[in-house]
């Protein structure tokens, strides 16, 4: 494993933290803070994990598969926290939860056909637009943990986030429709 894939990996630990610190059946204000920490640090090591592949030339066809699959595990772990929770809704949850699966199917696919098929633009895109979907709904997580759902914030941040997810499910969409344009041409 290259130190790209090591930092990779931190982020199939992180997920499951996250879930578990979300979950946990008591009630604290320092959930909140340990939340933010558990989504930044995974944040950052997606994007520290590529710029040392490339600085470090250890760009690898494990690497292309690797990444895209940890980031599927954090995303999908982090929205079904933030649906169970009631903050985003199950449907567009679903459709992202059968496209992530529909690219890995595909990635899988293209790997027999020996052609490892990494990130494309508009699953880079689809990633930001996880991201913001992602801290519009810990923000009304945290609101909700330290001021109660009846607070206006936690409805403002709450319908943010089912903004985002909306855009998200779009792009996802578009994005599943051209990793399925590349797949066609190999086949």
Same mark, same amino acid.
């Given at each position: 494993?290259?130190?790209?894939?090591?930092?990779?990996?931190?982020?199939?630990?992180?997920?499951?933290?996250? =879930?578990?610190?979300?979950?946990?059946?008591?009630?604290?204000?320092?959930?909140?803070?340990?939340?933010?920490? +558990?989504?930044?640090?995974?944040?950052?090591?997606? +994007?520290?994990?590529?710029?040392?592949?490339?600085?470090?030339?250890?760009?690898?066809?494990?690497?292309?598969?690797?990444?895209?699959?940890?980031?599927?595990?954090?995303?999908?772990?982090?929205?079904?926290?933030?649906?169970?929770?009631?903050? +985003?809704?199950?449907?567009?949850?679903?459709?992202?939860?059968?496209?992530?699966?529909?690219?890995? =199917?595909?990635?899988?696919?293209?790997?027999?056909?020996?052609?490892?098929? !990494?990130?494309?633009?508009? !699953?880079?895109?689809?990633?930001?637009?996880?991201?913001?979907?992602?801290?519009?709904?810990? +923000?009304?997580?945290?609101?909700?943990?330290?001021?109660?759902?009846?607070?206006?914030?936690?409805?403002?941040?709450?319908?943010?986030?089912? !903004?985002?997810?909306?855009?998200?499910?779009?792009?996802?969409?578009?994005?599943?429709?051209?990793?399925? !344009?590349?797949?066609?041409?190999?086949?």
């Amino acid at each position: 494993m290259y130190l790209a894939d090591k930092v990779t990996a931190l982020r199939l630990i992180l997920a499951p933290c996250f =879930f578990i610190v979300y979950m946990l059946p008591i009630a604290g204000h320092w959930i909140v803070p340990v939340l933010w920490a +558990l989504f930044f640090i995974t944040e950052l090591t997606d +994007l520290i994990d590529g710029k040392v592949a490339r600085s470090r030339k250890e760009v690898s066809d494990f690497g292309k598969l690797f990444d895209p699959f940890a980031d599927t595990l954090v995303w999908l772990t982090f929205f079904l926290c933030f649906v169970a929770d009631r903050i +985003l809704p199950v449907i567009p949850f679903l459709i992202i939860l059968y496209r992530e699966f529909g690219i890995l =199917f595909l990635r899988n696919l293209m790997l027999k056909k020996g052609v490892a098929m !990494g990130a494309r633009k508009g !699953g880079k895109i689809k990633a930001f637009a996880y991201m913001f979907t992602g801290i519009a709904s810990l +923000l009304a997580s945290s609101v909700q943990r330290l001021w109660g759902i009846e607070s206006s914030y936690f409805n403002i941040f709450r319908y943010i986030a089912w !903004g985002f997810l909306c855009i998200s499910v779009v792009i996802s969409l578009i994005s599943f429709v051209d990793y399925l !344009g590349v797949y066609r041409k190999t086949a």
